[in-house]
């Protein structure tokens, strides 16, 4: 039977609006997902994107992720375990899916990831005139920074009791604790994050550094999240405080940017080390005892699989269940900073030459801040020569000259990790930041560590600090600790 081309042409009309409407839900408009660094996006961009974010909380599907994260049997079941990444993997691409599905503007909306190394560079390097975490970071500062008065009353993310500034300023704004919508607070708790002269506490080395761990690992992935997660992962979510100190992150959009960047990592590691499994075998925290490759990822909302209920199941739906099914998801572009990083440190092995199948950005938006931030890392990779040697714990010299450069910007104050975060983390009750560390190996006399010429030159060219003022060796250091539990020990130097 032949089909007029009237008729043909309004069948065709019908398929396509039909495969729009569920590209619509399923948000795959797109062949390949590219995530960018946040200051690789041009301004409309990000316009889109915060918008898109925007529209979620206000509509209640941002508050929907908070309440996957939260649920029993889910991640509790394989956080700080070899399931983690995947999970992870899979929470972030459903998120991008249900902001895709907000509006055909948002269809080709991507999780932008946030590049905290190069914010840490900016905050040490003297071509930068930043002299705190916010103000050293645009995407701290375009997620509505850390200003902000006292809550009046009680705010509550589920069971969990939240305190901080209560930000009101851009996306912040929108945040809303009630799934209905008519009882908002308009406001996110946030910790201080303009505190003059505070530093991350951990440096731009701190890349190379878990790269070059799991590079040498039997067990590399596993090694990776666990370097990660005490090099720099639990120091954030410590620092920026508010909800982010707690269980329900997820509900400050800034978790997804750094979240972004955390996945970034294992996608980078699995291209230059050619490693295809993500996920390897070991023993769940609590239910089913056993996560492989094979074992369906628990993620879960209100009791069923967040296939299954009606809120989360267009988000996830065709997605993946099993670990192995995100050993390979999206795509994210290298940005400059990271590729400079990566040139300096990884012996050629992750580089444009040595990597070709992984997507090198081709254009550079964040000149300014690369021009800032390129000497830096090149004067860390000259102290990667520096003699280093005792108990170091496998410790790059590079990463023992970042932890005494930001001990004199923070005038010799660290900060341990905070009940809230060890209990939310698993950490155990002696496991500390990895600059106190190797701080108070150099303190104690335990490791000793040399500067060369070069590393001296190098270091006063790029921070304007003399290596000769390094004083931890002989006056100690002190560590806070926030919280009601809290307070200040002083390590003092061994005489």
Known sequence: MRISRFLFLVLAAVVLTVAARIDG???KPDTIRVRKNWEQLSASERDVYLSAVGD????????????????????????????????????????????????????????????????????????????????????????????????????MIQD????????????????????????CEHCLPRGDWD?????????????PEVLRHAAKSNTSIETLRDSMETRFHFNLHNLLGG?????????????????????????????CENVSALTGSCTANYGDPVISPTATIPMQLEGKAVEDHEESAPYFAGVGTTFADFDVTTDYEIDPFLEILLREFSHGRCTKEGAPSLRWTTTNLMEKDT???????????????????GDTNDEAPFTAVTCELMARAQNGVFTNFSSPIRSTFKASPDLLPSCINVLAGIATK????????????AILSETGESTADFVVKTKGFAVVTRGLDGGIKFLHATK
Request: some cysteine; proline content about 2%; hydrophobic content about 35%.
């Open 195 to 207: 505190i003059d002269l505070s530093t991350f506490e951990f440096g731009a080395s701190a890349f």
């Open 243 to 271: 909800v982010y100190e707690t269980r329900a992150a997820p509900f400050d959009p800034i978790f997804f940017g750094h979240y972004s960047m955390m996945d970034l990592i294992y996608h980078l590691f699995q291209g």
């Open 25 to 27: 839900v399923h948000a």
């Open 56 to 155: 979620a909380m206000q509509s209640g599907k941002h508050l929907l992720f908070t309440r996957i994260y939260l649920s029993a049997n889910g991640l509790g079941r394989v956080g700080a375990t070899c399931g983690a990444p995947a999970w992870y993997r899979k929470f972030l691409y459903g998120y991008e899916n249900m902001l895709r599905s907000l509006d055909t503007k948002y269809a080709n909306v991507t999780l932008p990831y946030w590049n905290f190394f190069q914010d840490s560079a900016k905050r040490m390097s003297s071509r930068s005139t930043c002299a705190d975490i916010q103000s050293c970071s645009q995407f701290l500062q375009d997620f509505g920074g850390s200003q902000g008065g006292d809550y009046k009353g009680v705010y």
């Open 371 to 389: 021009n800032i931030t390129e000497g830096f890392a090149h004067a860390m990779a000259v102290c990667g020569d520096c003699p280093f040697t």
């Open 160 to 183: 969990k009791f939240i305190k901080g500034n209560c930000v009101k300023s851009g996306i912040a704004k929108y945040a809303c604790t009630d799934v209905t919508g008519k009882n």
């Open 446 to 457: 335990a490791v000793q560590l040399n500067i060369t010429t070069e590393c001296k030159n």
